[in-house]
């Protein structure tokens, strides 16, 4: 196979590469891709997805420029095409204007995306615990800013994600955090909700 080493992070910018991540299985694609080479129907077998259901969403994500072919291997008579994700991890950038349509679109698919992995960690990992926190209150935008630099800070410290594991006790773990705005319910004026 061809040896391919995926840049540490892609910044997404361009609207076809942003709308690849408007949908949570080419999302789900993609995660395998980031993790290793595959062909299209190791990456439906792992995802138990029609192969053509998955061949699409990987010929979108080709054409986005997110994944490339990798290697072809003639096995049995039978062409095996071999992907990989260009990058391990992307971030997201659309542009500074307000598109409500794209970004419900992303929320969405990530929401999907971290609901099925959550769900399915919980059922192949019982003994590992799936911490869910919530809180409601009210910050300055001052204040919101604070906490957001310092966890970023605490994620620096603790997650590099091109690192390799350093002990054989290690385990790959990950962490969504959602901080939005609390919508008041329709009864209640903003400043008197929780």
């Known amino acids: 196979m061809t040896d391919f080493t995926p840049q540490p992070i ?12 408007t949908d949570p299985l080419r999302m789900r694609v993609l ?24 061949l699409y969403h990987i010929r979108f994500l080709l054409d986005a420029e997110l994944i490339k072919l ?5 096995k049995g008579g039978n062409v095996e095409k071999y992907y990989r994700a260009v990058a391990r991890t992307f971030d997201i950038r659309p542009a500074a204007e307000i598109d409500v349509e794209r970004d419900v679109a992303l929320a969405t698919a990530t929401l999907d995306t971290l609901r099925h992995e959550l769900i399915t960690s919980l059922i192949t990992y019982p003994e590992a615990e799936g911490d869910i926190w919530t809180r409601r209150g009210f910050l300055s935008l001052e204040r919101t800013a604070e906490f957001l630099e310092r966890l970023k800070t605490l994620l620096d410290e603790y997650w590099d994600p091109s690192a390799p594991a350093s002990s054989a006790d290690d385990v790959k773990m990950r962490m969504a955090v959602l901080l939005y705005r609390d919508v008041p319910p329709p009864y209640q004026d903003e400043a008197s909700h929780e």
């Open 10 to 21: 892609l910044v997404v910018e361009t609207p076809e590469q942003i709308k690849a991540f």
């Open 31 to 54: 995660r395998i891709l980031c993790e290793r080479a595959a062909t299209n129907q190791q990456v439906a077998d792992a995802l138990d997805e029609p192969h053509a259901k998955v």
């Open 70 to 74: 990798i290697d072809t291997q003639i």
